[in-house]
T-cell receptor, first 113, second 113 residues
Framework: RKEVEQDPGPFNVPEGATVAFNCTYSNSASQSFFWYRQDCRKEPKLLMSVYSSGNEDGRFTAQLNRASQYISLLIRDSKLSDSATYLCAMSDGRTSGTYKYIFGTGTRLKVLA | EAGVTQFPSHSVIEKGQTVTLRCDPISGHDNLYWYRRVMGKEIKFLLHFVKESKQDESGMPNNRFLAERTGGTYSTLKVQPAELEDSGVYFC???????????FGQGTRLTVV
């Protein structure tokens, strides 16, 4: 089983729609969680951190569910410019004194006019 | 403030040759990470420096890969000799503290022919 799993998509949604992605993780020691956005042939860019209490930034809401070991990203009122691949990432905690980030494969979102 | 910069942006080399990739992290970021994305796969961790020390190199594929960070500033990743399967995009990222957001460079696209 992969450490971090995401549905690769693509998710094709019309403009204005609400879309949600989940990302499950297997390491219960994971401590820090993030959502990154990656445009085609570009580097991942941090979208938002995911806190235990949830995090909202404009149209974007991130949630963490430790009991079920997943994080989610909700995008409201989708824009064409939201089309990208969304990667979840998490650090594996201080199991060996390191904090390497583990990434999911990413979920492709296409917002259609 | 300058972000993470990587050089070169593209490199095409023949099998058996040597290539050295460079990464300049964000100033003041002690943590530096190397990642690789092979086509169609997830971004995979290679190694993690804290200042000049290798904190975790568990993701390095084999001994053809050598990473250094002399003086704790920029880092180099050398592949010698390169093989076809080394082709991919090599990303460098840096973060200020363990577990905080990592910021990525634009990546080096390596093609081994």
């Amino acid at each position: 089983r992969k450490e971090v799993e995401q549905d690769p998509g693509p998710f094709n949604v019309p403009e204005g729609a609400t879309v949600a992605f989940n990302c499950t993780y297997s390491n219960s020691a994971s401590q820090s969680f993030f959502w990154y956005r990656q445009d085609c042939r570009k580097e991942p860019k941090l979208l938002m951190s995911v806190y235990s209490s949830g995090n909202e930034d404009g149209r974007f809401t991130a949630q963490l569910n430790r009991a079920s070991q997943y994080i989610s990203l909700l995008i409201r009122d989708s824009k064409l410019s939201d089309s990208a691949t969304y990667l979840c990432a998490m650090s594996d905690g201080r199991t060996s004194g390191t904090y390497k980030y583990i990434f999911g494969t990413g979920t492709r979102l296409k917002v259609l006019a | 403030e300058a972000g993470v910069t990587q050089f070169p942006s593209h490199s095409v080399i023949e099998k058996g040759q040597t290539v050295t990739l460079r990464c300049d992290p964000i100033s003041g970021h002690d943590n530096l990470y190397w990642y690789r994305r092979v086509m169609g796969k997830e971004i995979k961790f290679l190694l993690h420096f804290v200042k000049e020390s290798k904190q975790d190199e568990s993701g390095m594929p084999n001994n053809r890969f050598l990473a250094e960070r002399t003086g704790g500033t920029y880092s180099t990743l050398k592949v010698q000799p390169a093989e076809l399967e080394d082709s991919g995009v090599y990303f460098c990222a840096s973060s200020q503290e363990w577990g905080t957001e990592a910021f990525f460079g634009q990546g080096t696209r390596l093609t081994v022919v």
